[in-house]
């Protein structure tokens, strides 16, 4: 039962810090330029892996454009 518990933990944390979640919180801040200045360099790796590949670019677009409205995004 205890590795059930730590297993769901694991999975409900790696969700809400996922790109999708963290960029409702950033847009919705009142300030999201200095909000987007202290999260862009925890997902910097995806971004790098993004910049060199068009799949990976497509999917990171399509998962961001579920959460939020944002069309320039790796564009």
Do not use: Q
């Not at 790796?45 to 990171?60: C, N, T």
């Not at 939020?68 to 564009?75: E, G, N, S, T, W």
């Amino acid at each position: 039962m205890f590795w059930i518990m730590m297993v769901l933990i694991a999975i409900l944390t790696a969700y809400l810090l996922s790109l999708g979640p963290v960029l409702i919180w950033v847009t919705r801040l009142p300030n999201p330029e200095t909000a987007s200045r202290i999260v862009t360099p925890v997902y910097r790796p995806l971004l790098l892996v993004a910049e060199e590949s068009s799949l990976f670019r497509a999917i990171m677009r399509w998962y961001v454009n579920l959460w939020v409205d944002f069309p320039d995004f790796l564009a």
